[in-house]
C-alpha cells in the first residue's frame, strides 16, 4: 500500500483543504496512466517549477532529465491534464496548490540537488529565450527567471533585490495607476508573480516583509477599483409568479477592469463552495417529460443523460463577468493587438439596433473567445479564461437546486427566451426573437450575476463529454477523452425553449462555429486579482 501511495503522489502530507484538493488532483492524473505512472508523476514533479510552462520548455525539460523515463507524448498528456490551464496561446500555468505539492514532493522524492538542477537549467532555458527570441518582453521571462533564483541560495538575495526593486518602481506610480489602467495592471501583476512565488517556495517566505507588502499593493488595488454593489432578485413557483416573500434585495463585490474609452468589465466575486452539479436521478423522469413537451422521446432521453450522473463538486473562489460580453466590450478589445488570431470588429447579428452597443457580442466562436481573453492576459496582466463548465453551473445556481436559479420555471419578463414553448406551468407569451440589451430586465441572481439564463449560449473552457462521468470533482476544465474540437456551451438563447435555459443543461458545438445565439462571459481566478 506504502509503495503505491508513494507512486500516485498520495504520500501523507499536512496541509488545509486546498491541499487536500491539490493531492487529488495529482492522483487522478496519475492513476490515468497506470502503466507509466512512475514517469508521468516524475515530469510532473520536474515540471512544477517553472511559473509559465509551454510545450517547448516541457520538452526541454523531459529530454535534460527524463528522456529514458518517459515519452514524449507525456508532455501534451500534462499539459492538458487537470493540473494545469491555459492562460496564453501554447502557455500554461500549474494551479498554485497543485504547484506546491507537487514541488514538496520533489524536493522530498528527488532531492535539493536535483531540484538547484532544474533551477539552473530553467535559468539557462530564460537566458537562451532572451538572446535568442526579440518577440519575448523582459516581463513575460520575469516570473520564470525569478522563481529559478529563489531556489538557488547564491542567487536568492539577487532574485529577492530584483523583485523589491520591480515592486518599488510600480509602487511609486500607485497614485498614477488609478487612473492609469497598464501601470495599475503592471502594479496587479508584479504584486501576483511575488505571491505565487512565495506560495510555491519555502525560500521566499523568509522574506516576509515583501511578499506582506505585495499582498498590501494588490489589496489596494482592489479596494481602489472594487466595490459593493446592490440588486434584486426573485424566486418563482412553477406558474412563474413570485412566491411569498420571493422579492429581494442582494448584494456583492466586484472589481472593475477598465478597458478604456469609458467601457469596463464588471467582476463579481464568487465565494467558493460545494454544490451538486447536474440532474439526480430522482428528478430524471420529470425533467426527460418537460423535454418531451417539444422533442421526441430518444433526444429527451440522450440530452437529459447529458447532464448525468449528479455529483458533488468543489469550486475555489473566483470572479466572473457580472454580464456577457457586451459589443462595444469586444469592439474594445478587437482592437488591441492579436495574440494567436485576428478578431472581427463587429461580428454580431443584431449590431444594427439603436441599443446594440450594450447587447451581448454573438456569432463569435470558441476560438475567438479565447483570443479575446488572450489580449486580455496580454494586456491587464490578470488570468483571464473562460469559465469552466463547472464553474459556469456554479455561479448559475448560486446555490440553489431548482431547475432555474429564479425557481421552478423562468418568464418572458424575468428571462429572454423563447417563451412560446415554456417551462412547466409558465404561460406561453409571445418571444422577443432576438437579443437584448445585457442586465436590462432587471433582475439577478443571488450572486448579482444576470442573463446566465437565455440571451445568448456562453462558452465554456471544457471539451465536451457526453455526460458528467468521470469529470473532475475539483472544479477544473475537462480537457481530455474526447474530440477537442467540440465544446461546451451552457444557458440557452433567445432562441431556445425554456429547459434549453436551466442550470444543468448543457450543449455541445464545434470550437469555430459563430451563430447570433452564441456568446459568452469571462473569469478571472481570484488568486490573481
Not at 353 to 372: G, L, T
Not at 428 to 445: C, D, Y
Request: with cysteine.
Amino acid at each position: 500500500m506504502a509503495d503505491n501511495e508513494k507512486q500516485n503522489g498520495r504520500q501523507d502530507h499536512p496541509g488545509d483543504e486546498a491541499s487536500q484538493q491539490a493531492q487529488q488532483t495529482i492522483a487522478r492524473f496519475i492513476n490515468r496512466f497506470s502503466q507509466s505512472a512512475e514517469g508521468y508523476l516524475s515530469l510532473a514533479r520536474h515540471a512544477a517549477m517553472p511559473f509559465i510552462l509551454t510545450p517547448e520548455l516541457l520538452n526541454y525539460i523531459r529530454t535534460e532529465f527524463l528522456s529514458d523515463q518517459v515519452d514524449w507524448v507525456a508532455e501534451a498528456d500534462l499539459l492538458l491534464s487537470d493540473l494545469c490551464r491555459e492562460i496564453g496561446y501554447e502557455q500554461y500555468t500549474m494551479k498554485p496548490d497543485v504547484r506546491a505539492r507537487l514541488i514538496a514532493e520533489a524536493k522530498r522524492e528527488l532531492g535539493e540537488p536535483r531540484m538547484e538542477e532544474i533551477a539552473r537549467r530553467l535559468l539557462t532555458w530564460v537566458n537562451h529565450l532572451a538572446q535568442t527570441n526579440p518577440r519575448i518582453r523582459p516581463r513575460d521571462l520575469q516570473a520564470q527567471q525569478w522563481g529559478a533564483m529563489v531556489y538557488l541560495k547564491e542567487r536568492r538575495e539577487e532574485a529577492v533585490r530584483e523583485m523589491t526593486s520591480a515592486l518599488g518602481k510600480v509602487e511609486a506610480a500607485t497614485e498614477a495607476a488609478r487612473e492609469d489602467f497598464l501601470d495599475r495592471a503592471e502594479v496587479a501583476r508584479v504584486s501576483a508573480v511575488i505571491i505565487d512565488l512565495a506560495h510555491q517556495l519555502d525560500q521566499l517566505k523568509e522574506h516576509r516583509e515583501l511578499v506582506e507588502h505585495a499582498a498590501l499593493i494588490t489589496r489596494l488595488l482592489n479596494g481602489a477599483t472594487g466595490a459593493v454593489f446592490n440588486f434584486e432578485t426573485v424566486t418563482l413557483d412553477a406558474r412563474g409568479e413570485v412566491i411569498e416573500d420571493g422579492r429581494r434585495k442582494g448584494a456583492a463585490r466586484q472589481f472593475i477592469e477598465d478597458l478604456g474609452d469609458e467601457v469596463a468589465l464588471e467582476m463579481v466575486e464568487i465565494p467558493g463552495g460545494t454544490f451538486l452539479m447536474g440532474t439526480s436521478d430522482e428528478d430524471y423522469e420529470k425533467v426527460r417529460k418537460e423535454y418531451e413537451r417539444y422533442w421526441d422521446k430518444e433526444s429527451a432521453e440522450r440530452w437529459v443523460r447529458s447532464e448525468m450522473p449528479r455529483r458533488e463538486v468543489t469550486v475555489s473562489p473566483f470572479f466572473i463577468g457580472k454580464f456577457t460580453v457586451t459589443q462595444k466590450q469586444w469592439r474594445i478589445v478587437a482592437g488591441w493587438g492579436k495574440v494567436a488570431r485576428d478578431l472581427e470588429s463587429d461580428p454580431s447579428h443584431f449590431k444594427y439596433r439603436k441599443d446594440s452597443d450594450n447587447r451581448p457580442v454573438e456569432r463569435v466562436s470558441w476560438d475567438d473567445a479565447k483570443e479575446f481573453c488572450a489580449r486580455l492576459v496580454k494586456k491587464t496582466g490578470r488570468l483571464y479564461r473562460l469559465p469552466t463548465e463547472a464553474e459556469w453551473e456554479y455561479a448559475c445556481r448560486a446555490r440553489t437546486i431548482t431547475p432555474f436559479a429564479f425557481g421552478e420555471t423562468i418568464t418572458h419578463e424575468h428571462v429572454n427566451y423563447n417563451s412560446e414553448y415554456p417551462y412547466a406551468e409558465a404561460k406561453k407569451q409571445k418571444s422577443r426573437g432576438e437579443t437584448i440589451p445585457v442586465g436590462s430586465l432587471g433582475v439577478a441572481n443571488a450572486f448579482g450575476l444576470f442573463d446566465m439564463h437565455g440571451n445568448v449560449w456562453e462558452w465554456c473552457e471544457d471539451v465536451w463529454h457526453g455526460n458528467h462521468d468521470g469529470a473532475p470533482t475539483n472544479g477544473s476544465a475537462w480537457l481530455s477523452g474526447k474530440d477537442s474540437s467540440l465544446r461546451v456551451v451552457r444557458g440557452g438563447s433567445w432562441a431556445d425553449v425554456g429547459f434549453g435555459c436551466r442550470s444543468a443543461d448543457r450543449y455541445d458545438y464545434h470550437q469555430v462555429v459563430r451563430y447570433g445565439s452564441f456568446g459568452f462571459r469571462v473569469v478571472v481566478a481570484a488568486w490573481t486579482s
